[in-house]
């Protein structure tokens, strides 16, 4: 990013260069056609234990190494590496054909010595370009920042009406911009979306023209044009985009299921080494020894199992299958589908609040005017005195001596109901669109402003609440376009407007102003609305405002400030100066605009508060209690004020009743700071609320000691927090504390704390589509999380957990009968088992039955939403750990030794009945093994036991090379192999019937 420097673009100078831009080709491909194989190969061969398999299969071509025939360790590997170049060439497929469908995108350009792009409504898709806008039309935006709301774009002044063809009607426009000599300053690209420093500077005019341009005048790249048509010159493309360069990489992430099994192969891989160097030993180093132990790593490489990793990933698949079939969470989408079983262990769920735990549709609710307020039940009451104010305006008719006093006051209330109302159909960005009907077209809804055609767009759905409750009451927005506004009173008359200056909100002056005159009278007044903390100070002195403020929000509304300031002719004059030469400035262009707005900005009349309530998602309130019941610590991170969060925390339920909440007071300093976590040491098993202002000088001077004591809260509510705040916690609390994180979010603010996740949940909802399509799992609703936690997480690990140490054990019994069968014949490195017989034993005859593990379960899933308490016991990685592995490590070389030395007990004289006697008790003992195993039988499992037993019956006609097949129809045969695997078996079935009967496990109480 060093390289970025400001830039200059010239339209109508031919004898300038033309402007170079960066390829503006999108590519999320890892490889090509050419790199696509080779890059493949080396990416699973740079880990080691494929890397150790290809050296195995590879020495076999050493004849003083060769155990066997080359196709049993080959045929293993090239099926582990024709699964997984399929995957990624899928995977491949879908990305190349994404970046297809968006690279070849349409657009219309118009050149002469600069480019200039020439949009249609609706077009194709997003907005491919950084362009400046040179005629007005509507935006949305929400694959760029989440809001689905449209946003008004404005040109540039001296832009316009340039028409030099009229009979070319919008060409003639367009061509225009050709002939005036002009240029475009542009600061150098940076991550910043919501702000644009530049100006246009049009040199053939007397004198030249300069204007300032900012936001308003852009148009942003991953944007829709949904309103208008456009001309632009682009400025920006490639990577020096914004959208681009606040775009991080997202992390490849591993789960922790896997790390684990990977530490138990490093364990198989030391226990290989090791019993290869005590065979070694107790031939005393004889001869060649060295090549012995290279024979031995060969004969027991099965310790390590090769078909490990590929029953996970077939296992993760059917996972991420069942969930996306699952009809109680219909729309559920499985992005990542490595990590299902993550969701089985979440420790910690980290969620965003509107869209997310709300509805992101806003309800009007309260008017406070100081004196009186005004709830949903009493808005009758408002209409009344608007009604009354709009018909007698002067507030009385009569002589004062005559009117009652009660009179007096009603007429002072409505005075005042209609003043707050006024001010809020005027103080907003909302713009009433027409759309026709099946009796109206869209030029005639519009010039009659028919009501049942109009909509209202706006980039907050707060203010097209507010406009809709005016027009609720009498006042109704019907028109608006850049320079004027007009709105209609019950009567029908047309109140006309005129916009003088129009102050956006943002996230740092947390207000919205702006200067009308009324074309009937040619008064000028200044209307703001904004946050509490910040209109406090600009309104006139009043011992009502911080107090209402807090008992609404207390009721989870969101709260804000009305207030006016009239102006006389030559004060606006004065002030449109100065704020003209601020907005040209290129160089601190932001304060110098903030000073000359801030002059206004005092001693103004407060008119009244406004209440809007951002209403639950549907079962919010249940859903959080089954996670908190599940042992998951709930934290909510939102960007919203102090008092609405904790509102929506204590209305959400997140903050249960008998819960004490500590609300961390702002600080600025470290002092300041160490005081503050002193005084919240002192607190126990009370929810935390801090705000992002003081929870960022908390992480930079006591980043442990804040850590600490926030994870033995029960929620945490952190409010005003930026994007970079919330994907930051996520790495200090998976760094601090170990444990599994999932976020939650459904807007593009959310998208960096959801990659940073070890499991990130998009929620599809207004805010747009980029939270879903950057999270590892999509849901459509948030309760939804509630099953996919409680039901597939436990599930998927539970499952995972069991087909893994089966399959590791199922390589064990082999290994460990080899090792019991060279004792025996004097430490030979000879294999028991050749041929098909050992690549058979892993695939064909026991493949099915053991992969069928994955459809097993130990609970209904009505009774895992019913006690989410069983997920608390996953929390602990009891499934998969150290023990479990080392019972089934005993459990292996138990039945490993009991199958190998019963064999050669009861064998007759001959070798080949050896491998008869022990190869069929060894498959029957795994498929018995895998019956005990089961705790819920599905018709699946039958049907795998039965095909694997008939699989190996019918192929021992063709195994004569290593089975006789007479021998194996004798009675002795038949009674020797039974003897053999009731011994291996009965003991074990024993041992579980004892511990279910007096240690039971606590999903077993809940089925019995």
């Known amino acids: 990013m060093g390289d970025f420097r400001p830039r200059t673009v010239w339209l109508g100078h031919p004898e300038k260069r033309e402007q170079r831009y960066p390829r503006n080709v999108i590519n999320n491909q890892k490889y090509n056609f050419f790199t696509f194989l080779p890059g493949v190969l080396f990416n699973q061969f740079k880990y080691f234990f494929n890397l150790y398999f290809l050296l195995l299969a590879c020495s076999q071509f050493v004849n003083e190494l060769r155990l066997g025939a080359l196709y049993t360790y080959w045929v293993p590997l090239g099926i582990v590496l024709i699964i997984t170049i399929l995957r990624e060439a899928v995977e491949e497929i879908r990305c190349y054909c994404r970046d297809k469908e968006v690279n070849s995108q349409i657009y219309s350009k118009l050149s002469i010595r600069g ?89 053939d005019g007397d004198p030249p023209v300069n204007e300032s341009l900012s936001i308003e005048n852009t148009l942003w790249a991953s944007t829709v044009i949904a309103s ?69 790593l060969l004969l027991f490489s099965n310790i390590v199992p090769i078909s490990l990793r590929v029953n996970l990933d077939m296992g993760k698949m059917v996972f991420s299958w069942m969930i996306r079939r699952d009809s109680k969470i219909p729309g559920t989408v499985v992005r990542a589908s490595t990590i299902p079983e993550q969701l089985g262990r979440i420790s910690y769920l980290l969620t965003d609040k509107t869209g997310t735990l709300t509805q992101n549709e806003m309800v ?55 003043e707050a109302v006024k001010a809020i159909a005027l103080v907003h960005c909302v713009t009433p669109a027409y759309e026709a009907n099946g009796v109206t077209d869209q030029a005639e809804a519009e010039q009659h402003y028919e009501d049942t055609c109009r909509v209202y767009q706006a980039a907050s759905p707060d203010e097209v609440s507010l406009v809709q409750w005016t027009e609720s009451v009498g006042l109704t927005l019907v028109g608006r376009d850049q320079n004027s506004m007009q709105l209609r009173t019950p009567s029908g008359q047309i109140l006309n407007f005129t916009i003088l200056q129009i102050f956006p909100f943002t996230y740092v002056s947390k207000r919205m102003g702006i200067i009308v005159r009324d074309e009937s009278t040619g008064e000028i007044t200044f209307y703001m609305k904004g946050a509490d903390v910040v209109m406090a100070g600009i309104v006139q002195y009043n011992d009502w405002l911080e107090e209402e403020c807090g008992n609404m929000a207390r009721e989870g509304l969101r709260v804000l400030v009305v207030s006016k300031k009239s102006l006389t002719e030559e004060q606006y004059q004065d002030f449109e100066a100065r704020y003209v030469q601020a ?350 195993t089961i705790q819920t039988w599905h018709w699946l499992m039958i049907v795998a036991e039965l095909l694997s037993l008939a699989c190996y019956i019918a192929s021992l006609v063709f195994l004569h090379e290593f089975i006789d097949v007479y021998f194996i129809a004798t009675m002795s045969f038949l009674w020797k192999v039974t003897v053999i695997t009731l011994v291996s078996c009965l003991p074990l079935y024993i041992l579980k019937y004892l511990r279910r009967r007096f240690s039971p496990p606590n999903y077993s109480k809940l089925t019995t």
């Open 115 to 203: 480019k200039i792009l020439c949009l249609t409504p609706f077009c194709i898709s997003y907005f491919p370009h950084f362009c400046l806008v040179l005629g007005s039309c509507f935006l949305r935006t929400d694959q760029l920042d989440g809001e689905t709301d449209w946003k008004l774009r404005h040109p540039v002044a001296c832009t316009q009406r340039l028409k030099v063809m009229p009979h070319l009607m919008f060409l003639g426009d367009v061509l225009g911009i050709f002939i005036i000599r002009s240029y475009v300053y542009a600061e150098e690209p940076n991550i910043d979306i919501h702000n644009f420093i530049g100006t246009f500077t049009r040199e």
């Open 228 to 296: 208008g048509t456009v001309v632009g010159v682009v400025i920006y493309t490639g990577k020096e985009l914004r959208s681009v360069m606040n775009t991080s990489d997202p992390r490849h992430k591993v789960g922790l299921f896997d790390l684990e099994v990977n530490c138990l192969t490093k364990i198989l891989f030391g226990a290989l080494v090791v019993v290869s160097l005590v065979m070694v030993a107790l031939q005393h180093f004889a001869g060649r020894w060295y090549l012995q132990i290279f024979r031995f």
């Open 364 to 418: 009007f609710r309260r008017l406070h005017l100081g004196t009186v307020a005004y709830g949903m039940d009493s808005m009758d009451e408002v209409q009344s005195h608007f009604n009354d104010s709009t018909i007698n305006p002067c507030g009385n008719t009569t002589p004062t001596s005559r009117v009652p006093a009660a009179t007096k006051v009603r007429k002072t209330i409505s005075s005042r109901v209609h």
């Open 583 to 932: 907005k040209l400035s290129v160089h601190d262009r932001s304060l110098k605009v903030a000073t000359v707005i801030e002059s206004l900005e005092m001693e103004m009349e407060l008119l009244c508060l406004t209440g809007v309530e951002d209403q639950l998602q549907a079962d919010v309130r249940p859903t959080l209690e089954i996670l908190r019941n599940a042992g998951i610590k709930v934290w909510m991170l939102t960007g919203d004020k102090l008092e609405t969060a904790t509102c929506t925390a204590k209305n959400a339920h997140l903050v249960t009743r008998n819960q004490e909440i500590h609300i961390f007071n702002s600080v600025t300093t470290r002092g300041e700071a160490h005081l503050e976590l002193n005084a919240f040491r002192r607190k126990h098993d009370c929810a935390l609320v801090i705000s992002g202002d003081s929870l960022e000088v908390c992480l930079k001077f006591y980043e442990y000691e804040f850590m600490e004591l926030a994870c033995q809260c029960p929620a945490v509510v952190c409010c005003r927090c930026a994007p970079t705040q919330k994907a930051q916690i996520v790495r200090l609390l998976q760094e601090r504390t170990g444990k599994l994180t999932c976020a939650v979010g459904d807007g593009g603010n959310d998208v960096s704390m959801i990659q940073e996740a070890d499991c990130g949940v998009g929620v599809e909802g207004k805010e747009g589509k980029q939270a879903s399509l950057a999270a590892d799992f999509s849901v459509t609703q948030f309760k939804h999380l509630g099953r996919l936690l409680m039901v597939h997480g436990r599930n998927s690990y539970k499952r995972s957990a069991g087909l893994s140490q089966f399959v590791i054990h199922r390589s064990l019994c082999i290994s460990t009968m080899q090792a019991v069968f060279s004792s025996v014949f004097y430490f030979a490195s000879v294999p028991l088992y050749q041929g098909f017989l050992i690549i058979g034993y892993s695939t064909i005859y026991t493949m099915f039955p053991v992969f069928s593990l994955v459809l097993d379960k130990d609970v209904k899933s009505e009774v895992a939403m019913l006690y989410p308490e069983l997920y608390k016991d996953l929390l602990k990685g009891r499934p998969l750990s150290f023990k479990t592995f080392l019972i089934w490590v005993l459990i292996s070389i138990y039945q490993g030794s009991i199958i190998m030395y019963g064999a050669l007990l009861l064998f007759e004289s001959e070798f080949v009945h050896i491998v008869a006697i022990s190869f069929t008790s060894l498959i029957l003992t795994e498929l018995l093994m895998v019956a005990l």
